[in-house]
């Protein structure tokens, strides 16, 4: 089976009840710990942004909110996995196994969390769609775009909630150095690469599993490397 047939369907379920399904997963998230440093950022930009998707849909409208709603729940799913005793993802990895560390900034944590959402994720999510709606990937450029300004507006929601005060972080210091290496914009437009190149592979499930592999393990390396251990 290829990954495009293993992306779950979540859009068939209401992006309502995947938003409960995240609410439910936070109250699980101790205090202190990294996931729950993405995830109690994440909720309320995914919330506000289902607001801005409800009645009245247009057809772009109606695709980003199927988009979020797999989006979603991918991440979910990489909680669930690691909950019950399951290897997620690669690229979710690294913030498992570093979510306690003492020396990762809660910022550091956040930004290996839309890392892995964003260059993993988010192409499955558009894989998945088209397969459910039997569209070509134009077609979900409309959708696509929406999705992208919630993702920055999430970023700037981490970023200013989550940036340490200007008297604390300077040019020279070593988040400010690990922080500018990382670009959203970037991230975006190499998930709708990654999503076309397995678009374009759907017929050839052997290559299409091997590039998804080496997708997950290339977005597992680079959120490995956001939550580097940083001296105080």
């Known amino acids: 089976m ?69 989006l979603t729940g991918r991440y979910l799913d990489a909680v669930d996995a690691e ?6 993802p690669a ?6 196994q570093l979510r306690r560390h003492p020396s990762v900034h809660v910022l550091q944590f956040a930004l290996s969390g839309i890392n892995a959402h964003t260059g993993h994720d988010l192409p499955l999510a558009l894989a998945g769609t088209c397969r459910a709606r039997r569209l070509e990937p ?51 437009a190499g998930a709708w690469a990654a999503f076309r190149a397995l678009w374009g592979l759907r017929e050839l499930p052997g290559l299409a599993e091997e590039f998804t592999e080496r997708l997950d393990g290339t977005l597992g390396l680079a959120g490995r490397c956001l939550l580097t251990p940083l001296p105080d």
């Open 91 to 96: 690229c979710w990895r690294p913030l498992f």
């Open 83 to 88: 909950r019950a005793g399951r290897r997620p």
């Open 138 to 188: 134009e077609a979900l450029e409309g959708g696509f775009d929406l999705v992208g300004e919630l993702l920055t507006g999430l970023e700037e929601r981490i970023r200013e909630d989550l940036m340490p005060g200007p008297d604390l972080l300077d040019v020279a210091d070593p988040l400010t150095h690990l922080l500018g290496s990382w670009s959203l914009e970037m991230a975006r």
């Open 2 to 70: 290829t990954a495009v047939e293993r992306t779950p369907a979540h859009g068939a379920a209401s992006l309502d009840l995947v938003l409960q399904r995240m609410r439910t997963a936070g109250t699980r998230l101790p205090p202190g710990d990294g996931v729950a440093a993405f995830h109690h950022v994440y909720l309320p930009a995914a919330e506000e942004w289902a607001a801005r998707l409800g009645p009245g849909r247009s057809a772009d409208r109606a695709l980003a909110a199927e988009l979020l709603a797999r």
